[in-house]
């Protein structure tokens, strides 16, 4: 079957870094994908991973390495903002996307 | 501004009922897509459509009918059938459908039983 696992809840302290971990198994792979969501409101795209290796955008980096099966979202210099789910998706052979439940990230000051 | 509007906003169903969620979008993408979020759980399929009349049954397609009469417009009726409605119902459209492009999303609406 298809499986995206993600931890449910993470805290982190304003102005620091945290690392969200999202590993998978699906049928097939054309890529990864982070999605922001606020509660209440609609996701909003963070980022795309199709090939191994670090992608750098602004706080915000993700890092990929498909032999393992896993991604991660790096966020620097968190902010009270930040405070959101962070969702993991992968796009199957089927250009279908599989969802993780959402990482919930609470900062404190 | 190019985007995707859901409404409403909130919706009351009353049992035996049949309701329906708009959704249009003004991004000429040819796929959209209808998801319920549950909490605790990843967003799971209800259907898709690749191109105008034309529709697939996601993952939890029963008790719920959709229509793609035209490019913009993709709404959903969630029908009496389906038993267990109350969730937050998000609306998605992507470029194309087989393309590695990423979904956007509308804002959403909120079914609940009264």
């Known amino acids: 079957g298809q499986n995206i696992d993600q931890p449910t809840e993470m805290t982190a302290t304003e102005g620091a870094i945290v690392q969200i971990n999202c590993t998978y198994q699906t049928s097939g792979f054309n890529g990864l994908f982070w999605y922001q969501q606020h509660a209440g409101e609609a996701p909003t795209f963070l980022s795309y991973n199709v090939l191994d290796g670090l992608e750098e955008k602004g706080r915000f980096s993700s890092f990929l390495s498909r032999s393992k099966g896993y991604s991660y979202l790096l966020l620097k210099e968190l902010q009270m903002k930040d405070s959101a789910s962070y969702l993991c998706?992968?796009?199957?052979?089927?250009?279908?996307?599989?969802w993780g439940a959402g990482t919930k990230l609470i900062i404190k000051p | 501004d190019g985007g995707i509007t859901q409404s409403p906003k909130y919706l009351f169903r009353k049992e035996g009922q049949n309701v329906t969620l708009s959704c249009e979008q003004n991004?000429?993408?040819?796929?959209m897509y209808w998801y319920r979020q549950d909490p605790g759980q990843g967003l799971r399929l209800i259907y898709y459509?690749?191109?105008?009349?034309?529709?697939q049954k996601g993952d939890i397609a029963e008790g719920y009918s959709v229509s793609r009469e035209k490019k913009e417009s993709f709404p959903l009726t969630v029908t009496s059938a389906q038993k267990n409605p109350t969730a937050f119902y998000l609306c998605?459209?992507?470029?194309?459908?087989?393309?590695?492009?990423?979904?956007?999303f509308g804002d959403g609406t909120r079914l609940s039983i009264l």
């Open positions: 459509s690749q191109i105008v009349n034309d529709f």
């Open positions: 998706a992968v796009m199957d052979s089927n250009y279908q996307l599989i």
């Open positions: 998605a459209s992507s470029i194309s459908p087989d393309l590695a492009q990423p979904q956007h």
């Open positions: 991004l000429n993408h040819d796929a």
